[in-house]
């Protein structure tokens, strides 16, 4: 059964920034992250988020990217390759572009099978 944590929710994000870092449990097999944006302002916002991995949770590496949003009710699924070997500590890694880019009620979870 999938279990779904909550690294933000409903968060105000203005420039480049990170979530908060989860611990993933020893019996996990993959994981996946879901990022939504309800709401987009500025001229030309762009938000990259990226998947973060780390095996002692101070030094992170990028397991997977996801694409630019720009749009509201933006919503994307950032899945790294089951090939990939996944750190014990995960967080999201948000890129901020624009200007003066807000978006409002920022939402990622992590699924964890």
């Known amino acids: 059964m999938a279990r779904i944590v909550a690294l933000d929710v409903a968060r105000t994000i203005t420039g480049s920034t990170s979530s908060p870092i989860f611990q993933i449990p020893d019996d ?3 994981v ?3 990022v939504s944006l309800p709401t ?6 762009s938000m990259t988020p990226t998947l973060m991995h780390s095996i002692d949770g101070a030094n992170f590496s990028q397991l997977e990217a996801g694409t630019a949003m720009t749009t509201n009710g933006s919503h994307q699924m950032i899945v790294p390759a089951t ?4 750190g014990r500590y995960l967080r ?3 890129t901020v572009t624009g ?6 009620g920022v939402n990622a979870t992590l699924q964890i099978l």
């Not at 090939?83 to 996944?86: H, I, S």
């Not at 200007?99 to 409002?104: A, D, K, M, Q």
């Open 28 to 30: 996990a097999k993959t």
């Open 83 to 86: 090939t990939k070997v996944v």
């Open 40 to 45: 987009v302002t500025g001229t030309t916002p």
């Open 32 to 34: 996946g992250c879901q």
């Open 99 to 104: 200007t003066t880019p807000v978006f409002t």
């Open 92 to 94: 999201v890694d948000y």
